[in-house]
């Protein structure tokens, strides 16, 4: 039904930035909302940030100030602008679609940040 593609993880400097993308495609489905989550080594999957159909935003206290989530909504596609990057930044990002009362996980995509 609905399949999401994500972009743009790597290996990213301290101070430094990544900008991930998360592409949705498929037929019959009308996105309410799309997020952005983070899974790191020993730690649960958590919330990095969130935006609305109307471009509502919430964000993780953690990467306040330094992230940025966005939608195209004629492109079925959200990004999250990465600034000034921490190693506790490391982890495996999730993107995520919300249809109505289903959701949608991408397939994952590591961000690695080190020296």
């Known amino acids: 039904q609905v399949q999401l593609v994500e972009s743009g993880g790597g290996l990213g400097q301290p101070g430094g930035s990544l900008r991930l993308s998360c592409a949705a495609s498929g037929s019959a489905f009308s996105i309410s909302g799309m997020g952005w989550y983070r899974q790191a080594p020993g730690k649960e999957r958590e919330l990095v940030a969130a935006i609305s159909s109307g471009g509502n935003t919430n964000y993780a206290d953690s990467v306040k100030g330094r992230f940025t989530i966005s939608r195209d909504n004629a492109k079925n596609t959200v990004h999250l602008q990465m600034n000034s990057l921490k190693a506790e930044d490391t982890a495996v990002y999730y993107c995520?679609?919300?249809?109505?009362?289903?959701?949608?996980w991408g397939q994952g995509t590591q961000v690695t940040v080190s020296s």
């Open positions: 995520r679609i919300n249809t109505g009362l289903y959701y949608y």
